[in-house]
């Protein structure tokens, strides 16, 4: 029999069979007594059991309490991987080897997170390896989505006893082709709730001097611009909300809030450096995260409509900061930010990791 979760989630809520394969939910631990659980399909984290300040438990991700509300989500994405290629390619087109590619248009004019049959809503190949590590494997055939190549992904989960989630990726192909993998959990360091609260008043410091301004439709304008003296400098804490509602600021604007890229600072690509600190005033429960991609994808859920997740909990806009590690946005259509282009016989590597603490109120860092 399966021990009891302190999520409350229900392992046989997570077993189907679904594009004719077996759905399962997997449970990591460690020492300190957090709990992670993901699902198979589509990698998707359902849980993240940590402490506050008091020692009380509560998830501070979003998700779901059964596979059929994964696969019926209103948000495809929640929480979920996102592949061949996280953020948006341009009217879903690029050019390769002088060859067109077209894409699923699934976000206004453009492709967005590998279309709407992507990785997120692929049943992956499981392996738990101990109560720390679990492998999800998947290979994507050629031209799904529109994608050249055979592609051959692997993603391995790990929980330490410093309470970080690990998220390695590994990637070959047989063709050349373009990969942009990334982990879109929508965190809610509050604890999610009905309903789950704003995280506007969360303090976040993001690693980055500059950033990629969009256009309406969320596609980058070509420019990389300095984050000084604009909403969008967090190189020293600020609440999320204190200039969220700039509408005097034509990003903010553009992106109904925050939805950008950020350029991380790094000494040399590749380089595994922090990137972001969330701190939740209230509950004292903070996330670090570290990644080897040059940009990160900071989204604050403008567009959760307050729908019912685990175990009752509601999502509405604002309930959520979303910080996804990646190549920039548009990549395929930009040859001067960094490739997202994979060979065959070369690696697509990258790692990123979440680390979860608690501090206390006199050692917040203020605004």
Known sequence: MDKQLISGLKRENFQAV????????????????????????????????????????????????????????????????????????????????????????????????????????????????????????????????????????????????????????RGTTNKKTIVNMTSHGFFSLAGIANPTPEALNNILTINADFFIPIDETSIPTGEILKVEGTPFDFREPHAVGERIGNTDCQQIVNGTGYDHCFVLNKREPGELSFAVKCVEPNSGRYLKMYTTEPGVQFYSSNWLSGFTGNGGATYPKYSALCFEAQHFPDTPNRAYFPSCILKPGDIYRQKTIYQFGVESWELRVES
């Not at 020692?55 to 948000?75: K, T």
């Not at 002088?98 to 992956?124: C, E, I, M, Q």
Request: glycine share 10%; hydrophobic share 35%; with cysteine.
């Open 18 to 169: 679904v594009q004719g394969k077996e759905t399962d939910l997997y449970t990591l631990t460690n020492s300190d007594g957090m709990e992670v659980c993901i699902t198979n399909y589509g990698g998707a984290i359902m849980a993240i059991m940590v402490p506050d300040r008091e020692g009380r438990m509560a998830n501070v991700i979003q998700g779901h309490d059964s596979i059929q509300h994964v696969i019926d989500s209103p948000e495809p994405f929640l929480s979920t991987l996102v592949g061949r290629y996280g953020n948006r390619i341009a009217k879903g087109h690029f050019v390769m080897n002088g060859k067109d590619y077209s894409l699923a248009v699934n976000n206004g004019p453009n492709h967005l997170h590998g279309g709407p049959t992507g990785f997120h809503a692929r049943v992956w190949d499981a392996e738990q390896i101990n109560e720390h590590e679990l492998v999800l494997r998947y290979v994507s055939a050629y031209y799904e989505e529109g994608f050249p190549g055979e592609l051959h992904m692997n993603v391995k989960y790990s929980l330490t006893e410093d309470n970080e989630l690990i998220i390695d990726y």
